[in-house]
């Protein structure tokens, strides 16, 4: 089976990665503290230095299954760009919306964006896109129903 373009691999990386962190961190924090202030200052250190984490990460990965230079080059700009973007992004409904449905709205939002590029890739790859929909969604969902419980039981700690 022939490899995904590095444009696909950073993009489908940066973005699932900026949905289920961001996601997770955006649950867990407001569920501890419910403050918005926080949850801002969470997305963007998130967005920054994720964004940095993932892209070296990619580029070893990339140098590890010997890519040329040009294509680890450009899955990394490719992973940190997108991360930094979709990350990024959760912060527009936080600062529009109250609380609670700013909540609900990036995760509205985040599992909109796993749930059209799981389809998009299954499509493209051939395959059936309904799979690989559920099993994404699902995983994201864990990510949502973990961070919330995490999210409580630390407010206990206050």
Known sequence: MKSAHPKERG????????????LGLIIGLYTSTEQ????????????????????????????ASRGTKKSI????????????LIASSFAIPVFLLDHIHAVIVCIIYGLSLI???????????????YVAMVE???????VI???YIIGALLKGFK
Do not use: N, R
């Open 136 to 142: 994404h969604t699902l995983i994201a969902c864990a």
């Open 115 to 129: 749930l059209a590029y799981s389809y998009f890739i299954s499509v493209k790859q051939g395959k059936k896109p």
């Open 36 to 63: 918005i202030a926080v949850v801002i200052a969470g997305i963007v250190s998130i967005a920054v230095a994720d964004a940095f984490s993932d892209a070296l990460g990619m580029h070893i990965s990339e140098e």
């Open 11 to 22: 993009f489908g990386f940066g973005l699932t990665s900026g949905v289920i962190t961001t």
């Open 73 to 84: 080059w450009k899955v990394t700009a490719y992973t940190f760009a997108s991360k930094l």
């Open 145 to 147: 129903v973990i961070t």
